[in-house]
């Protein structure tokens, strides 16, 4: 039996301090119990901008833009001590800013429970039309978009949440049951958005493993969501929907969960599978999740420091039969 090695690795982020404001679990519950607290009312003031966040050191090294060893002789702190030009691309991947996710959310949604007003669906489809790794065959998943007044509409007799870009609403995010509490807008918010950060470092993944995507015949998602609904609430599968955007056609797949533990589960499950021979090339990944934006903000708030939790942070493991 062969002995499994690790043949590529990825890590991304994506910078959505918007959706971290009103969706990140301690401002939208501190906005349902006290919608005019002062904490909400300063919190926009802590809010780092993207340039900011692309010159925070610590974020370079997550994307590998920057030795670990690098950031140990840097002046703290780092929040203050920002790197002299914005990085988006790394060794690893990159830091997606917020409109461009909020297009790739569209991308990645089979259900149409995202909406995008047009004028912004378009500005977004050119920009990403630009980025090295999004496919034809993926642009064309963006839709045209909507008028705000359907929107609008949505949000307020449907239950839908509205999605911001540059403080207004650009779109929206639509519950897919009337009934089911799995399925509001928010649980289902919360789960795309953890599946769009996930194929962002499936497709860097692929990219940096030199090899394609019909040849993952294996996908172990280890993230902190949970789909399904009211009859099965945990059934999943991340994994397999992850697979079918990046197109890995051949992939079958799995959830596998364990809090902040999951990915060593993962990473042992995909390792034990190709060590046995059962599969050949596993792929290891996980997405980010909305309430852990801001989870700390109250105490940034506090100490004035910038709210530092502003991306969604996912990575991918590509393990392989060791070829020595």
């Known amino acids: 039996m062969p002995n499994a090695a690790v043949k590529g690795t990825s890590y991304s982020l994506n910078y959505t301090p918007e959706l971290a404001l009103y969706y990140g679990n301690t401002p939208f519950v501190e906005r349902e119990a006290h919608p005019d607290s002062e904490f909400l009312s300063k919190l926009p003031n802590h809010v780092q901008s993207y340039e900011e966040c692309s010159r925070y050191a610590p974020n370079l090294v997550y994307i590998g833009a920057m030795d670990l060893e690098e950031l140990e002789n840097k002046e703290q702190p780092w929040f203050e001590k920002l790197e002299p030009a914005a990085v988006r691309f790394g060794k690893y991947g990159e830091i997606m800013p917020e409109d461009e996710t909020i297009g790739f959310l569209d991308l990645c949604d089979v259900f149409d429970l995202v909406w995008l007003e047009k004028d912004f669906a378009a500005k977004v489809k050119e920009k990403l039309a630009k ?54 807008a928010y649980e289902l918010l919360v789960n795309m958005m953890s599946k769009t950060s996930a194929v962002l470092s499936m497709l860097h993944l692929i990219k940096n493993s030199g090899i394609k995507p019909e040849d993952v015949d294996f996908v172990v998602e280890c993230s902190e969501e949970a789909a399904g609904d009211m009859n099965q609430r945990g059934g999943g599968n991340f994994a397999k929907a992850i697979a079918e955007i990046a197109g890995c ?66 990575f991918g493991v590509l393990i392989v039969p060791d070829d020595g």
């Open 131 to 184: 980025h090295p790794l999004i496919r034809e065959d993926l642009l064309v998943r963006l839709e045209s978009g909507h008028e705000i007044s359907e929107i609008e509409h949505e949000i307020a007799r449907s239950a839908a949440l509205p999605l911001y870009s540059g403080g207004k609403i650009v779109g929206c995010s639509r519950r897919g049951h009337e009934f089911d509490p799995n399925l509001t």
């Open 249 to 314: 056609v051949n992939a079958s797949g799995c959830d596998v969960r364990g809090f902040c533990a999951g990915p060593v589960n993962a990473v042992l499950a995909g390792a034990s599978m190709v060590a046995a021979g059962t599969r050949k090339n596993v792929a290891v990944i996980a997405g980010g999740a909305i309430p852990k934006l801001y989870m700390n903000s109250r105490d940034h708030v506090k100490k004035s420091l910038p709210a530092l939790e502003n991306c969604l942070g996912s």
